[in-house]
């Protein structure tokens, strides 16, 4: 672990640029508040000094400081010279891309992050890097403008749909890091939370062989109880009855499902597999057609576990069939 500590603004820097960003931000904080002592000093010290004394005198004549006006536009063009020079250094370490990085694709959306691994491994609101190797992230929206932000790291990039932007970092030290979106970007903004883990580069290693959750050793209803929470399902699903922004999913399988327009489908495996591929084909009454698809999120495995997983959360007695 790398002797990091926080302040009052941000957690402790664990990337390689972290150290930079907040010299910068304390030189610029810390000036700011050196000169804003000064100048209010200085009005206080005026205002007591030439406050107004019975008749006013002739002034002295004195309107003018060669000296002074120097001074005062001198000092503050050196200041803003030296944060500009420092400041587009820093900018350029952050943009520019080193060539050994590791290139993951993200993918902002309402209301989860996917992550795509040039290993064909895939994984939601979970980024998992190895320590001390520089990481790019290419990054798009499928919806709306989303936030890309690890304070830990220093990094925040916006995730726009229709292009593609592009920020990387490279972490000092093993561990769990906190990932937001800071756009607001719809009601389940404030849930569209993620996590950076990052392991040594063996660990690293095993978990893409492993192909992150593939759920070996698991049955199908105890990986799709993973999936539940780690695909992001979990926002907007209950599993208990209660409501959200979706239906809940207790007692679902084998009811008849209302459809927008008055239709009812009963929910059976290819309902459900329906719902969670191309959600928008049927949607439930009294629902906003917010889900968003996972084609191409969730492998065939994944929909199967899910789909075993939903058929588990039945009341003992509610198994009706069709
Ligand atoms: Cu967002």
């Known amino acids: 672990m790398m002797d990091t500590t926080g302040s009052t603004f941000l957690p402790p820097g664990q990337s390689t640029i972290a150290g930079e960003v907040d010299a910068l931000f304390n030189f610029i904080l810390y000036a700011s508040t050196v000169l804003f002592a000064v100048v209010i000093a200085l009005t206080i010290y005026f205002v007591i000094r030439y406050r107004r004394r019975g008749a006013v005198a002739a002034t002295s004549g004195k309107d003018h400081n060669i000296k002074l006006e120097i001074a005062w536009t001198v000092i503050p063009t050196i200041l803003i010279i030296i944060v500009f020079i420092w400041g587009f250094k820093t900018y350029l370490k952050m943009s520019i891309v080193p060539r050994d990085a590791i290139e993951i694709k993200v993918t902002g959306q309402k209301w989860f992050w996917a992550f795509d691994y040039p290993e064909g491994v895939n994984t939601v609101n979970e980024l998992v890097v190895p320590v001390d190797k520089p990481v790019k992230l290419l990054m798009s929206s499928k919806d709306v403008i989303h936030s890309f932000f690890v304070p830990n790291f220093r990094i925040k990039m916006d995730v726009l749909p229709n292009r593609y932007s592009v920020t990387w970092f490279e972490a000092t030290a093993t561990g769990e890091y906190n990932l937001f979106c800071t756009e607001f970007c719809g009601t389940g903004h404030s849930e569209m939370i993620g996590k950076v883990r990052v392991v040594s580069e063996r660990e690293y290693a095993d978990w893409l062989e492993a192909g992150a959750v593939s759920g070996e050793g698991l049955s199908l209803e105890e990986f799709g109880a993973g999936l539940y929470t780690s695909k992001?399902?979990?926002?907007?699903?209950?599993?208990?009855?209660?409501?959200?922004?979706?239906?809940?999913?207790?007692?679902?399988?084998?009811?008849?499902?209302?459809?927008?327009?008055?239709?009812?489908?009963?929910?059976?495996?290819?309902?459900?597999?329906?719902?969670?591929?191309?959600?928008?084909?049927?949607?439930?009454?009294?629902?906003?057609?917010?889900?968003?698809?996972?084609?191409?999120?969730?492998?065939?495995?994944?929909?199967?576990?899910?789909?075993?997983?939903?058929?588990?959360?039945?009341?003992?007695?509610?198994n009706s069939g069709e």
């Not at 698809?293 to 997983?309: H, M, P, S, W």
């Open 232 to 318: 992001a399902c979990v926002t907007c699903h209950s599993v208990d009855g209660s409501p959200g922004t979706g239906p809940t999913f207790k007692n679902k399988y084998g009811i008849r499902q209302v459809m927008q327009g008055g239709s009812s489908v009963p929910v059976d495996e290819n309902y459900l597999r329906e719902s969670i591929l191309n959600p928008n084909a049927r949607v439930v009454a009294g629902y906003a057609p917010v889900m968003p698809t996972y084609q191409g999120v969730l492998k065939d495995r994944e929909i199967d576990a899910l789909i075993a997983f939903i058929k588990s959360l039945q009341d003992s007695t509610g």
